[in-house]
């Protein structure tokens, strides 16, 4: 995957689902990986794998990808759910082994 | 508990060469994961700088390739970030990572960026 587009920004009402994209040209689901960051905090893991949650994760989190777009699903979001979110991917074949897509903001309405 | 603490200075001059230390504790730099150093702009995205296996072997973002060198010093269980030629454009919030790996009978090894330092601030300016 030579690059990994996914939308600036997202909104969505409280309780309510909203999912994210990133799509990328020979995505391969099983090395895809979405980050959470807060203003002024570290990025954290919130999915590997496709689907995996590490521990600590809420289970309203969920990964899931068709084809050459994966995607992180918010159930039921919270206030404390408003932050960015980032997708990444390692490429073993190209020239960029490992590259984030360049976020999407969600707004917790 | 895995903890990755990330050190040095937070002022270089320009055309001056960042240099950075990802101390390690709570794991060992010698087992099956990459080793990476991750940089945010201000108001802006993630960008990978690049990974170091215990090996040594290293990758490097291409548009950074020029200018950086990832080590390790596996009896200190750290690794560091050196960045040559530093302008206004380098001035970000440095994080380093863990990149652990697991075997898949279907795809071989994935990796997954489990731990990440709090990140250092580092300024380029005269």
């Given at each position: 995957?030579?690059?990994?587009?996914?939308?600036?920004?997202?909104?969505v009402?409280l309780?309510?689902?909203v999912?994210?994209?990133?799509?990328?040209?020979?995505?391969?689901?099983?090395?895809?990986?979405?980050?959470q960051?807060k203003?002024?905090?570290?990025?954290?893991?919130l999915?590997?794998?496709?689907?995996?949650?590490?521990?600590?994760?809420p289970?309203r989190f969920?990964?899931?990808?068709?084809?050459?777009?994966?995607?992180?699903?918010i159930?039921g979001a919270r206030a404390e759910d408003e932050a960015?979110y980032?997708?990444?991917?390692?490429?073993?074949?190209?020239?960029?082994?490992?590259?984030?897509?360049?976020?999407?903001?969600v707004t917790v309405? | 508990?895995?903890?990755?603490?990330?050190?040095?200075?937070?002022?270089?001059?320009?055309?001056?060469?960042?240099?950075?230390?990802?101390?390690?504790?709570?794991?060992?730099?010698?087992?099956?994961?990459?080793?990476?150093?991750?940089?945010?702009?201000?108001?802006?995205?993630?960008?990978?700088?690049?990974?170091?296996?215990?090996?040594?072997?290293?990758?490097?973002?291409?548009?950074?390739?020029?200018?950086?060198?990832?080590?390790?010093?596996?009896?200190?269980?750290?690794?560091?970030?050196?960045?040559?030629?530093?302008?206004?454009?380098?001035?970000?919030?440095?994080?380093?990572?863990?990149?652990?790996?697991?075997?898949?009978?279907?795809?071989?090894?994935?990796?997954?960026?489990?731990?990440?330092?709090?990140?250092?601030?580092?300024?380029?300016?005269?």
């Amino acid at each position: 995957s030579s690059g990994l587009t996914q939308d600036p920004a997202v909104s969505v009402a409280l309780g309510q689902t909203v999912t994210i994209t990133c799509q990328g040209d020979g995505l391969r689901s099983m090395f895809v990986s979405w980050f959470q960051q807060k203003p002024g905090q570290a990025p954290m893991l919130l999915i590997y794998a496709k689907n995996k949650r590490p521990s600590g994760i809420p289970d309203r989190f969920s990964g899931s990808s068709s084809g050459d777009t994966a995607s992180l699903t918010i159930t039921g979001a919270r206030a404390e759910d408003e932050a960015d979110y980032y997708c990444n991917s390692r490429d073993s074949t190209g020239n960029h082994p490992v590259i984030f897509g360049a976020g999407t903001k969600v707004t917790v309405l | 508990q895995v903890q990755l603490l990330e050190s040095g200075p937070g002022l270089v001059k320009p055309s001056g060469t960042l240099s950075l230390t990802c101390a390690v504790s709570g794991d060992s730099i010698s087992t099956d994961k990459w080793w990476s150093w991750v940089r945010q702009s201000p108001g802006k995205g993630l960008e990978w700088i690049g990974e170091i296996y215990h090996t040594g072997t290293t990758n490097y973002n291409p548009s950074l390739k020029s200018r950086v060198t990832i080590s390790v010093d596996k009896s200190k269980t750290q690794f560091s970030l050196k960045l040559s030629s530093v302008t206004a454009a380098d001035t970000a919030v440095y994080y380093c990572a863990r990149d652990y790996g697991v075997y898949d009978l279907n795809v071989g090894y994935y990796y997954y960026m489990d731990v990440w330092g709090k990140g250092t601030t580092v300024t380029v300016s005269s």
